[in-house]
């Protein structure tokens, strides 16, 4: 028997939560004019205060210099790694046999390099997204062997790292990847010396393509210093050249501004397209340049469209939950459209991360019998977070805490860290290739308003991403049912409305086999559509853009399962943009067409028209 008497810890005291006091009836605020609050309101109460600040200031400061990843995680993977090939003298063994047959494969073609019956990349070819050595430069040698050596060092690692007995697949991916970026670096593509059309360009233009690569360098070098952004060069400019659909905010409250775009045609349909983007970028990817832009694309089918702006959260919105960005944003949205458009069904549309929010607000809906809804679309947005691609890497509980250590000081996740992470997915074409191109060969791509858009980052709240890492990353609530919204769980199952859901075939996102596991989570017509492109430019495919593709294919409520392998082979190719495929789908779900509605509720005075200020923050 102890002798040691027990005292339970005193409860730590709760900050008291903001109150949001909704209008009868409604889930949100729906004030209309008010200015947005200081602050804004909390789900739940959080304690006062954190655990261990000494440690999670230790971790914010290691964070500066390790660009937000966990050194820890790292050093578990490798000594996972290590210690299981440690004791793998069979796999040593044939790592060590291909290292001495692919070297005896080189050292020949190095001894017969100018034998004119040498064909180029005799040894190892570059493989089929590889543009670091294309080019006939890249042909001849000795620079086709440095390239060749290069890939077999790549390819050595490769095999390494991987297919190695007892390792955990999620530190085998961590070493893959991490290896993967040191050998980028070293590629000879990266080095003038090494280069041979960098070589070329310095002989033709006498040194020229220094000069202006060290212009480009020292220009990048003071935008990021001013933390200025490339939208805000002049070229496209938000409300100038991009986000220029005309429009009116109809609707604010403390996180999001609700535009109402005006009709371009005479009749519109009846049912309105609310738009519920990622709060990781700004609003207008979905409405760029003219000629790129989906929302006037939908506005000239005759739909009327609302789009949700979020604002840029700062370090008063620390304590700023994922369910506020349901209640504040989907449901307020909501009903504020049922205000201007009463008795009316809703296309609701979600992308990436708003794609994920719109699927949870769906599926609350209809459990508590709120059938809004008419149809729900999803772009490039996931559901079931057990495949999300290279993503994961960055997804463990060691990484999540360090995370949060790194937020819990500021407040937010600031914008480099998230940009730095999805670069790091594409590094060859987004660093690399980049540091080629402008730095070595003097050149500068020329601006694009994607690229306008790309660089116009926001910051992500401290609660809202550390719910969404662990509930939806490393725990799988929303996939396993286990997800809470007012204190109940929520099934995906209860989703009966139409839906249309998009993949991007190049999404190191949200990659689209894990998009289209919806299909055996809804209790709903699924039709399944991937197009090519990446995880923002095969969504942004305007008509007069050559080169895009998709394949589509409904699935029945009430019809068997199709795996995604079989469905590449199921589903016809259609070439051009996917948006005319969806505008005709909406149509088949929509009324005849009638006179279109106000624009808002005719008392939203001071209120500024599109694409209003939050996009500005």
């Known amino acids: 028997m102890s002798v040691v008497q027990i005292f339970p810890r005193a409860e730590e005291p709760a900050v008291q939560a903001l109150p949001v006091d909704p209008p009868a009836g409604s889930e949100a605020s729906t004030v209309r004019a008010e200015k947005p609050a200081e602050m804004p309101a909390a789900a739940d109460p959080l304690p006062a205060s954190e655990p261990y600040p000494l440690d999670r200031a230790f971790h914010a400061m290691l964070a500066r210099f390790t660009g937000g990843l966990s050194p820890l995680a790292l050093s578990l993977a490798w000594l996972d790694w290590g210690s299981h090939l440690a004791a793998a003298p069979q ?57 060749q050596a ?9 095999d390494a790292a991987t297919g190695v007995r007892g390792v955990s697949h999620a530190n085998e991916a961590i070493v893959e990847f991490s290896m993967r970026q040191m050998l980028d670096m070293l590629a000879p593509s990266n080095f003038a010396a090494t280069n041979p059309k960098v070589l070329e360009k310095a002989f033709q233009s006498g040194g020229e393509n220094f000069v202006f690569g060290w212009q480009n360098w020292y220009s990048d070098l003071m935008r990021f210093l001013s933390n200025s952004k490339l939208a805000d060069d002049g070229q496209f400019a938000v409300g100038d050249t991009v986000a220029v659909s005309p429009g009116k905010v109809v609707y604010r409250n403390e996180l999001i501004e609700l535009i109402q775009y005006h009709p371009t045609t005479a009749q519109v349909r009846p049912e309105p397209i609310l738009i519920v983007p990622a709060w990781i970028m700004k609003y207008y990817i979905l409405d760029l340049s003219p000629q790129n832009s989906l929302v006037k694309y939908l506005t000239d089918q005759g739909f009327t469209v609302f789009a949700i702006s979020w604002r840029n959260p700062d370090a008063r919105d620390r304590d700023l939950a994922f369910d506020d960005y349901r209640k504040l944003g989907v449901m307020a949205a909501l009903d504020m459209i049922g205000l201007i458009m009463p008795g009316r069904k809703t296309h609701a549309l979600g992308y ?17 019998g709120d059938n809004r809804f008419g149809t729900v679309t999803l772009l490039a947005a996931q559901t079931d977070f057990t495949e999300a691609g290279e993503l994961t890497l960055f997804i463990n509980e060691s990484q999540v805490a360090f995370l949060e250590d790194m937020m819990w000081q500021r407040g937010y996740l600031d914008t480099t860290q998230m940009a730095g992470a999805f670069q790091l997915l594409r590094s060859n074409e987004l660093i690399w290739s980049r540091l080629s191109h402008d730095y070595l060969m003097g050149e500068s791509a020329p601006p694009s308003d994607l690229m306008a858009w790309n660089a116009d980052a926001t910051r992500l709240p401290y609660r809202m991403h550390s719910e969404y890492l662990r509930k939806l990353f490393l725990d799988n609530d929303l996939a396993g049912g286990r997800y809470l919204v007012g204190g109940r769980s929520i099934s995906l199952s209860d989703i009966h409305a139409p839906m ?118």
């Open 91 to 147: 796999r040593q063994m044939e790592i060590s046999r291909n290292i001495l047959r692919d070297t005896g494969r080189l050292a020949e073609a190095v001894a017969h390099a100018t034998s004119p019956e040498q064909k180029p990349w005799s040894v190892v070819r570059p493989q089929g997204r590889d543009r670091r050595f294309s080019g006939p430069q890249w042909e001849a040698a000795p620079f086709n062997l440095l390239a």
């Open 150 to 158: 290069f890939l077999l060092g790549e390819r050595w690692w490769r």
């Open 352 to 368: 990436c991360l708003g794609g994920t929010l719109l699927s949870i607000a769906a599926a609350a809906m209809e459990r508590d």
């Open 500 to 617: 249309f859901v998009v993949g991007t075939l190049a999404d190191h996102v949200a990659p689209w086999r894990s998009v289209y596991k919806i299909h055996y989570q809804v209790d709903a017509d699924v039709t399944f559509l991937l197009t090519s492109g990446g995880h923002n430019a095969g969504v942004v495919a305007p008509l007069e853009e050559p080169g895009h593709s998709y394949q589509v294919l409904t699935k029945p409520a009430d019809a068997p399962y199709v795996g995604a392998d079989e469905w590449l082979e199921l589903a016809p190719h259609v070439e051009g943009s996917w948006w005319p495929e969806w505008a005709k789908w909406l149509a088949a779900r929509s009324g005849a067409p009638c006179n279109p509605p106000q624009i808002g509720l005719g008392d939203a005075l001071g209120l500024p028209d599109a694409p209003g200020d939050y996009v500005h923050t």
